[in-house]
């Protein structure tokens, strides 16, 4: 397989979002790709997320942040220039968690720090979160991508991220900034440039000699790119329909946490919104189309439910559907 490189020299996360999409539908369909990129001052929400509820869109927007929504699942991340993303970009043949985490992992390691993949999604060192991954699988080619925290502003971090008082508790925590750390912590004459090159240099040692090196400006300059861009930087995209619902439900589990809300006319669910911080992208977009146009009742809920793919996910939200007051 051949491998080809890619550094965003772009800080625009919308721009980075549609460069990572273009490289998932063209060059990864053949190529194991690696994408450096970093985004200035933005929140990025995960694909099924509810933009009002996890960002502080007005406060970010009005110190000049952006948000942006990528197609990965998981859970809303802040990006400053002491953030650096990595994306890796393979055939669907080829995408292998543990080869690709083993570039981040190893590259660490290499540095001096001791770390771990951990639970669902986090890579932690001295037992906080550094990196968190997410994943996205297209047609012929998926991304595997993640943060690496080196020299975060964490106030912000805790400022424009709002996280709900369950979703601390389920990770043990009493603060968003208690749960993570910055890498130049511990070590301190870490810098972007030198976990650059250590990632770069873990990609070839994983996957062999670099075969090209992809230009950026060139691929940003693409037709197919401005139309990504004008998706990303869409208010549609970004904050979707409007959270206004005749009935709505939440709750969190082990997989994560769940809000649904229901439009329902004449006894009929005309509408249905999932909102989800879940890394099961396919669970949740069949959850939302079981539920669109059955009847609003107890039984028929049971019924769409009973019609997903058996799951721990759809375990869980059996038995509570089974107690939610209607
Ligand atoms: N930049 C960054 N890196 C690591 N962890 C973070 C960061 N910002 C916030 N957090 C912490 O992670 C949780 C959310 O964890 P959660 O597990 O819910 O979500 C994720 O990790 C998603 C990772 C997405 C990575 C993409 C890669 C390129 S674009 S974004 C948040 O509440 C904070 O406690």
New binding site residues.
Partial sequence: MKTAYIESNSFD?WLN?SI?EYLLDTYACDNNVLYL?Q?AHTV?I?RNQNAWRECRIESLERDGGKL?R?L?G??????DLG?L???FLLPRSEYNLHRQLAVIVDAVKGLGIEASFSG???ILAEGK??????FYHGRQASYH?????ID?DMSK?SMY?N?SKA??ES?G?RS??S??VNLKDLKPDLTIDIMKRAMYNGFIEEYGHIDRILNYNEIASREEVRTLYAKYSSREWLLGKSPDFDFGIENRFAW?GIEIGLNVRKGMIREAVVYS?SMDLDFIESLRASLKDIEFSRKSLARALASLPENKERADLLEWFDQVEL
């Fill in positions: 996360p979002l990572e990129w985004n990025v995960g942006a990528r990965s998981g859970g809303a991340v802040y990006h953030n993303n990595f994306t669902r999604n986090d979160k550094f990196s968190g991954n997410a991508h993640g943060t690496v925290l975060v971090l991220l996280v979703k601390m990770k925590v968003v900034a749960r993570v994560g911080d």
